[in-house]
Nanobody, 122 residues
Framework: VQLQAYGGGLVQAGGFLRLSCTASGRTFSSYVMGWFRQAPGKEREFVAAITSIGNSARYATSVQGRFTISRDNADSVYLDMNVLRAEDTAVYYC?????????????????WGQGTLVTVSS
């Protein structure tokens, strides 16, 4: 099983990026899919997660109203990031959790992608 995250890059403050994450090796239709991020010198933090059937999502306060998480039912999750800020600069990781309800706890996610770097210039 492998999770591949991509879509990161360099963008100016106020700009937009879309991150994608695709799993291979099996399907994850019954799993929660989420995004975490880790900025230089900081701990990994929750960004967003979406339920297994895609009917509900939760967001970190810092990204609420700017980021949108979505998924297909089987193997891909996306993160649309609007109005990016310098403080959004981080390596972003996708993660899948073997449960139907979204969680903001990294320990509850058993599958992780390799990360994609997002750099927001001010």
């Amino acid at each position: 099983v492998q999770l591949q995250a991509y879509g990161g890059g360099l963008v100016q403050a106020g700009g937009f990026l879309r991150l994608s994450c695709t799993a291979s090796g099996r399907t994850f239709s019954s799993y929660v899919m989420g995004w975490f991020r880790q900025a230089p010198g900081k701990e990994r933090e929750f960004v967003a997660a979406i339920t297994s059937i895609g009917n509900s999502a939760r967001y970190a306060t810092s990204v609420q109203g700017r980021f949108t998480i979505s998924r297909d039912n089987a193997d891909s999750v996306y993160l649309d990031m609007n109005v990016l800020r310098a403080e959004d600069t981080a390596v972003y990781y996708c993660a899948f959790r073997a449960a139907p309800l979204a969680s903001d706890r990294a320990l509850e996610y058993g599958y992780w992608g390799q990360g994609t770097l997002v750099t927001v210039s001010s």
